[in-house]
């Protein structure tokens, strides 16, 4: 008889504590053989280091893994966790989730925070924790993250004699003077700054970006407050309009972040924002821009702080495993130190633990480690927690009036309108 899969048809499955009791009261047999968990991980390419982890946490605890790779493109990968859960599907029982996946994926999710003692949690950057955390449970645990970066020629800030601009102000300045001359210059596809401002995900992410760091709040606040319809915030979003067609090329409403990578990286852009996995690519052997960039936190507006959103990778256990305590073991595993420290040796990815920031092996094999860490101190998640299952609404919402504003068809002050009616509509049905 399979013990665990009885204790869970007679106890609900948010008392799986209880379960584990009751299953160490049947006696030793039920432990006697080595649990089989199965865990999704990535699309299982070159830089997939997931399986190699989880196959070393089986060579160590004696249980056996099975590796699941799931699609590349996010949102298809979303759409297969979505119907293995409502399904209540024991396929999988480690999942590897998107930082704005914990708010919809939660009641399918289950609760790590008494597993993970404090002093574990406090290891990590809070904002991360923060993020994970849906109605006071911690549902996923963080892997490797990202944080929104200015990526910048160093070479034409020389040339120019221009310092890397701390606010949104300087960086329009610095970018229309230098992609003047260097258009003068013979430079003709030369361009000040590309971003991503494709109605999707991505314009979420700088839309957050740019109204936080003008001080208009974080669209939705931890405590589901709708703060975006403010002066602050309808300054945020005329500044950048008025970049579409004069610092940016009007393409930049259809790019995504490898478009905008592929401008930069082609050495026809003098400011760029994106994530910090563009360091590496740029420079490759052949990258047009090899050793002329650099990166910083990004501009904010007058009187403000710099905010990055937050991205990245967690690990989260199935509520309907059948082998939660062996789960979660290798959730916790594949986010200790160990593994995140090799994981950023190996495949440069960014730690989620700030002690990790402190490794100069670790900091070497990444310099924008050195800039990520104040900025991911600072960074902010998505309103994804807090609006849960009714975040991928939500933000549609958002991409898609701050796409309207950047294309002209609405001004900013009546587009915040708007989208504060909309989100309000989405709340009073309790996200």
């Not at 390419?45 to 060579?59: E, F, L, Q, S």
């Not at 971003?195 to 957050?208: D, I, K, P, V």
């Not at 490898?258 to 740029?282: C, D, K």
Request: aromatic residues 8%; hydrophobic residues 45%.
């Amino acid at each position: 008889m399979n013990l665990t899969r009885f204790t869970r048809s007679v106890i609900k499955p948010r008392g799986w504590r209880a379960a584990l009791g009751l299953l160490a009261l049947l006696g030793a047999a039920s432990t006697a053989h080595a649990a089989e968990v199965a865990i999704a991980c990535g699309g299982g390419g070159d830089g997939d280091y997931c399986p190699t982890a989880a196959r070393a946490w089986a060579a160590q605890s004696g249980n056996s893994v099975k590796v699941v790779t799931t699609p590349n493109a996010t949102t298809e990968k979303l759409a297969l966790f979505q119907q293995l859960l409502n399904s209540h599907s024991q396929d999988v029982d480690v999942m590897m989730v998107d930082i704005a996946w914990p708010g919809l994926l939660a009641p399918h999710l289950l609760d790590l925070g008494e597993a993970v003692p404090p002093a574990e949690r406090e290891a990590f950057f809070p904002a991360l924790i923060e993020a994970n955390t849906v109605d006071g449970r911690l549902v996923a645990l963080p892997w490797y993250t990202d944080a929104g970066l200015l990526y910048y020629r160093q070479d034409l800030l020389d040339k120019y004699q221009r310092p890397v601009p701390r606010t949104w102000q300087e960086m329009a300045d610095t970018a229309a003077s230098i992609q003047q001359a260097e258009r003068a210059a013979g430079a003709d596809e030369m361009w000040g700054f590309v971003f991503q401002g494709r109605a999707y995900e991505g314009l979420t992410c700088n839309a957050l970006e740019w109204i936080a760091g003008y001080g208009g709040g974080r669209i939705v606040e931890a405590d589901g407050t709708i703060t975006l319809d403010n002066p602050r915030a309808t300054a945020a979003l005329t500044e950048a309009a008025s970049w579409i067609g004069t610092i940016a090329p009007r393409g930049v409403l259809n790019y995504t972040e490898e478009e905008a990578r592929g401008v930069f990286q082609s050495g026809n852009a003098v400011f760029m924002r994106n994530w910090p996995y563009v360091w590496s690519l740029a420079q490759r052997e052949g990258s047009r821009v090899r050793g002329k960039i650099g990166v910083a936190p990004l501009p904010h507006g007058p009187d403000a702080d710099s905010v990055s959103t937050l991205g990245g990778w967690n690990f989260a256990v199935s509520r309907y495993t059948d082998t939660p305590e062996a789960a979660i073991s290798l959730a916790r595993y594949m986010t200790s130190a160990d593994v995140q420290r090799r994981h950023a040796l190996n495949n440069g990815m960014n730690p989620t633990r700030i002690a990790l920031y402190d490794d100069p092996e670790v900091v070497a094999a990444n310099p924008t480690m050195s800039v990520l860490r104040p900025v991911l101190m600072n960074a902010v998640a998505r309103p994804s927690a807090v609006t849960g299952e009714a975040y991928a609404r939500v933000s549609n919402a958002i991409f898609n009036g701050v796409h309207a504003v950047l294309s002209g068809r609405i001004q900013p002050a009546a587009a915040l309108a708007d989208l504060d009616q909309t989100l309000t509509r989405l709340k009073r049905r309790q996200w």
